[in-house]
């Protein structure tokens, strides 16, 4: 899955790329619009039925058996990768994601969305952009139904990559690694009443997914080296494209109302 728009994103709050905040201070949007990002609905973690990858190469060429020739283009990707591994620390996660590929048989792959929130721009904009994106979920069920004391909530699909608030990755290392890619996002909330207010504690997880592989036209930003290289090895069966996950936990608490007002209280921790 690469670079591709959230049909459902709005630009009208929230923080946009460029912004630092991995627990973000909601004073910075204005007011509240609703449906921000995802819906959502009262019940337990279900990944959205509409989330759907391509197949890279295999989807416009069918397989066929490696040539001499494309044994040399692998062992050629082969001391590609062992220098980098070598010599650009920088590129762990990339060189991961690469040699899975490459060695992997196609099994399913887990990685770190907490390293990517820690260590690129774009993953910390998405962070605090989901976490009120579910905020904002949150208060429209419980508005719904304020008899609820403690419910669950899950979210429709995001795509990451194709807009400012969940953009696609910003270093080499994390556009190597995962691109643009989807998450859907669940929890479970608490409503209590503290001084005559509303407060509402949001265990929340947020589920990201890519598919690893390479598609025809495209190209690698850092290098501009062709996917139709690695595409190659998809279709002789060399590399197998294979399917990533991550989960990450936040608790939020926050004052019912307060997202889009300055001075908010909501706080938020991880939940490890």
């Known amino acids: 899955m690469r670079d591709?728009?959230?049909?459902?994103?709005?630009?009208?709050?929230?923080?946009?790329?460029?912004?630092?905040?991995i627990v973000p201070?909601?004073?910075?949007?204005?007011?509240?619009?609703?449906?921000?990002?995802?819906?959502?609905?009262?019940?337990?973690?279900?990944?959205?039925i509409s989330i759907v990858f391509d197949n890279g190469f295999l989807d416009k060429f069918p397989p066929r058996e490696p040539t001499l020739g494309d044994y040399?283009?692998?062992?050629?990707?082969?001391?590609?990768?062992?220098?980098?591994?070598?010599?650009r620390p920088d590129l762990k996660e990339g060189c991961e994601g690469y040699r899975h590929f490459l060695e992997g048989g196609g099994m399913p792959y887990v990685f770190s969305y907490e390293n990517y929130v820690f260590n690129d721009q774009s993953g910390q904009t998405t962070l605090a952009n989901a976490m009120l994106d579910i905020q904002d979920g949150a208060e429209i069920v419980?508005?719904?139904?304020?008899?609820?004391?403690?419910?669950?909530?899950?979210?429709?699909?995001?795509?990451?990559?194709?807009?400012?608030?969940?953009?696609?990755?910003?270093?080499?290392n994390w556009q190597k690694a995962i691109g643009g890619h989807i998450i859907w996002l669940s929890g479970s909330v608490t409503v209590t009443h503290k001084g005559g207010q509303d407060w509402l504690k949001l265990d929340m997880v947020l589920h990201a997914e890519d598919r690893y592989n390479f598609n025809p036209g495209q190209h690698d930003i850092a290098t501009g080296v062709p996917d139709s290289d690695n595409g190659i090895f998809e279709i002789t069966g060399l590399g197998k494209q294979f399917t990533q996950t991550s989960e990450l936990k936040r608790t939020i608490e926050w004052q019912h109302g307060t997202l889009a007002t300055q001075g908010t209280t909501s706080t938020s921790i991880p939940r490890w």
């Open 4 to 21: 591709q728009g959230n049909p459902n994103a709005r630009r009208d709050t929230r923080q946009a790329s460029g912004e630092s905040n």
């Open 25 to 48: 201070t909601q004073g910075k949007s204005v007011p509240s619009p609703k449906f921000f990002g995802a819906r959502y609905r009262l019940g337990a973690p279900i990944r959205p």
């Open 72 to 87: 040399a283009k692998l062992a050629l990707w082969q001391t590609k990768l062992a220098a980098a591994e070598s010599l």
């Open 142 to 172: 419980w508005e719904a139904d304020r008899s609820l004391t403690s419910f669950s909530i899950t979210g429709g699909p995001i795509s990451c990559g194709g807009n400012d608030l969940f953009p696609y990755p910003t270093t080499e």
